[in-house]
Nanobody
Framework: QVQLVESGGGLVQPGGSLRLSCAGSGSIFKINAMGWYRQAPGKQRELVAAIISGGSTNYADSVKGRFTISKDNAKNTVYLQMNSLKPEDTAVYYC???????????????WGQGTQVTVSS
C-alpha cells in the first residue's frame, strides 16, 4: 500500500501565497505521476496541476502563471507553490499519485486525505 500525507494548507489573504506538500510512503516501487486536485463546496473535484516522472507538467488554465508544481524524487514528495491566491482558489486540495508497488504490479491511483485552503480577507 501507498500512503500520501498532505500538509501546508491554511487561511491566507487574497494575493498571498501558500506551499502545499505531499509525502508518499509505504510500498513504493515507482511513482509514475503525482498531482494536485481540488474540490470546492458544491463542485466536482478538478485537476489543478500534475507532474510525471520525466518532469513534464500540466496545469489547469485557472492557475497557470500563479501555481508551480515540483517534486523531489528521492523523498517521493510533490509540492504545490501557490502565489497570487484568489478567493476562488478556496477548496480542499488533494494529493494524487499513480504508483507501482513492485516491478510486476500495475500502476494504481492513490489519494491523500486532503488539506483545506481558504483564501479570504
Amino acid at each position: 500500500q501507498v500512503q500520501l500525507v498532505e500538509s501546508g494548507g491554511g487561511l491566507v489573504q487574497p494575493g498571498g501565497s501558500l506551499r502545499l506538500s505531499c509525502a508518499g510512503s509505504g510500498s513504493i516501487f515507482k511513482i509514475n505521476a503525482m498531482g494536485w486536485y481540488r474540490q470546492a463546496p458544491g463542485k466536482q473535484r478538478e485537476l489543478v496541476a500534475a507532474i510525471i516522472s520525466g518532469g513534464s507538467t500540466n496545469y489547469a488554465d485557472s492557475v497557470k502563471g500563479r501555481f508551480t508544481i515540483s517534486k523531489d524524487n528521492a523523498k517521493n514528495t510533490v509540492y504545490l507553490q501557490m502565489n497570487s491566491l484568489k478567493p476562488e482558489d478556496t477548496a480542499v486540495y488533494y494529493c494524487n499519485a499513480e504508483a507501482m508497488t513492485s516491478s510486476l504490479s500495475r500502476s494504481w491511483t492513490y489519494w491523500g486525505q486532503g488539506t483545506q485552503v481558504t483564501v479570504s480577507s
